[in-house]
């Protein structure tokens, strides 16, 4: 994984963070390698601020206003996405018009970031949607919303915009509204907030959150706090995968050290092209746990042809390749029968137990660089774990690799041919596993800084060192 210490060094784009919504995990998918990064971190906890004053319109229409003519607004509990209400408009001709949610003051050189679910009756008679920022009654920013993202089963379209405050300007309302000819809509839980970006949605009735003046009709927080997150020492991390299996361990997570509530792993077993939940529970001195943690990532698959095969060393992430299986195995599943004959009887008794786990050959092609590494793949002892993607209908399988036989295509400078026959085993242990991450160890430390105060000038915390600045 890509770390810049020599500033003259062109950058590198980030790859995206997954946080859990109480703040807690994150994840980033290591995309070069085909695994997750996960850190979990309960020392500093998240908090975020839902500036809207009556967000889930609890207080009837109080705190809003309308916006333009020809429309009525009322409070209605026969359409709510979530919330026990919503605020329903009926536009009474060919109008644009909506309301204004009254905020705790956005000031100058702070981004809004704004989200709400709408819900539209009649789409046919409507033609615009915006978004406004606005500082009393003057509008200072306004988007195009129309035509609304796709909606779920219920009707409900998730809104999102956000605009960063300009000089001398302070954002007191944020404004929804449409140009319909006697149409209906619905708009129900606005979030505005500050910082990097849009939380979860908040109010005080929400678990962990809290109003921070008088109900429904103040800002609101989610400030939650695992209990004694000194005596945290272990953090486990479980991975969901689909199909409805019980919840696997994180190999280096079963459990990984937390000491102080600070605790990093890495997973490169996640099946590929499809949606994972990692969970993570704080470990305490006295054995108990914290509460959970969870977040979803999608490892992405390899594209189809050429290289569309991992093959992955289970003890050792870096000695993994992308390959080209040139033969894909005819499996063999052994039967298991027992059977003696039974005197005077035309048929056996017999028994059945379990299928063998398949044994099968494989046939894989590679070239260049390439060749030694899928030659040392092959050739050093240890599980493998071989993975590809998920609409090729081949599961991912823990094999042992025998026979080994190498082959050249054409002259000694081109490409060569490996078989090598699979013995499919079970997942190896996980318990107590160190943390291993492809291309970093403290001898790689070593190698690259000369002293421990370079060290700690390159990384921010703990967990940016052990996962080499991903986190």
Known sequence: MPMIVDPTAPQVTPPDRVVSPDGWLAAIVDEPWAGVVLSYNGRTPPSGQNLVLNPSIELGLDRTAQFGSGITRTRTTAQARVSLASLQHVHTGDTTAGSLWELDPVPAGQTAHVGLWVKIGDPSVFTRGLLHWMNGGSSMRSIELWPLAAPDPDGWSFVTGSYTIPTGQTCTHIGLSFKANLGTWWADRLMVATGSALPDYIDGDQPGCAWEGAPHASTSVRATTPPAVGDIVKVSIVRQDPGGGAPVPVRSADPAWAIGGVGTAYDHEAPLGVPVIYTATPIYTDGSTGPASSLAVTVPAPGPGPGDVWIKSVDEPGLSARVTVTAWPELTWGARIDSAAVQGSAYPVASQDVYGAPASTITIDAEGSQIEVLKRLLT???????????DY????????????????????TESRSYQAALTQVDRPDTADQPLRIPGWSWDAVAERFATWDAVAASYSSWASLATNGAL
């Open 380 to 390: 050093t002892p240890g599980v493998r774990l071989v993975q590809t993607r998920p």
């Open 393 to 412: 209908h081949r599961p991912d399988q823990y094999v042992l690799l025998g026979d080994v036989q190498q082959s050249l295509d054409s002259t000694p």
